[in-house]
């Protein structure tokens, strides 16, 4: 009797802590643990920041500017800041990160503090793995400045603050950070590849449900024993591209349970789709993929 008492209290023990285990890294899905934070550094003005997967080639008559706080509050950490036009300048590029899950949309947080929204321009793709949403400003003072939110989800929240004197070094500035890369969790970093003016799009952004429908092949991947037998469930959301003859090129985890991701990596890397056609001709896509994992 007494060996299956404490038969049973090591059962319920190590019960105990594979749900323990579960809900912390549940909490921590989508976002960097706080001993893997990293505010990254600049050498020979090379930003690099190995959590977050990034690299960032500065030109070279940027200088670095490492005080100051954020200009969206205190839950975000500045990990790069650079002065584009020289220290007398006013004009900064501001990279912000944050552990909340939650993109800070259409940057309310600045409406408050003299600046009027200008519209929304739409999305863009930061160093071609962070989808983001843009949001435009103008200060309410004088003399008249512009603020560009470019802000997307990457383990947890990122945001590109560009604030400058007129719309075009707005422009200016964010062709510069389009050099940023992105390593993907599948697949090989690309080089951006300019594009001359009339021609037609080297990638376009379709909806999940409109890439849902070109879907060809799937791979359907299994629950992997340890989250299965730990309880933990939930979505694994990627970004992906997906070539001209309809194979995944990339792929980057925009959010997901570490135990489930490279399960619903290794399995959507296999997909195939009839290509897109734009005009008549195949052109690569951009879209989110989510994988499904569920106990029920």
């Given at each position: ?17 594979l749900v323990l285990a579960s809900a912390l ?272």
């Amino acid at each position: 009797m007494h060996s299956l008492l404490k038969a049973g209290m090591r059962r319920r023990l190590v019960f105990s802590l594979l749900v323990l285990a579960s809900a912390l890294m549940t909490s921590a899905q989508s976002t960097l643990p706080d001993t893997d934070f990293e505010q990254g550094s600049v050498i020979d003005h090379v930003y690099v920041n190995h959590a977050l997967r990034i690299t960032w080639e500065l030109p070279k008559d940027w200088t670095v500017q490492s005080e100051g706080g954020s200009m969206l509050g205190e839950n975000y950490h500045v990990l790069l800041r650079v002065l584009p036009s020289g220290i007398q300048s006013q004009d900064f590029i501001e990279f912000n990160y944050s552990r909340s899950a939650d993109p800070i949309g259409e940057g309310t947080v600045l409406q408050n503090k003299g600046w009027e929204p200008l519209g929304n321009p739409g999305y863009y793709t930061l160093g071609g793995g962070i989808p983001t949403h843009r949001s435009d400003y103008k200060s309410k003072s004088e003399p008249t400045r512009y603020l560009t939110l470019l802000d997307g989800q990457h383990y947890g929240s990122v945001t590109l603050i560009l604030n400058a004197d007129s719309p075009a070094r707005i422009e200016e500035f964010g062709k510069s950070a389009g050099q940023m890369k992105v390593q993907p969790d599948w697949g090989s970093p690309e080089a951006a590849t300019p594009m001359s003016p009339g021609s037609q799009p080297l990638r376009v952004r379709v909806s999940q449900g409109v890439n849902q429908g070109l879907l060809e092949r799937k791979v359907q991947p299994p629950y992997p024993d340890a989250p299965r037998k730990a309880h933990i469930q939930g979505a694994v959301v990627m970004l992906a591209h997906v070539s001209t003859k309809g194979k995944i090129k990339n792929l980057f985890v925009l959010s997901g349970h570490p135990l489930l991701n490279p399960t619903a990596l290794e399995a959507v890397s296999q997909w195939l789709y009839r290509p897109y056609l734009l005009n008549g001709k195949p052109v690569e896509v951009e879209t989110q993929i989510t994988v499904i994992f569920s106990l029920h």
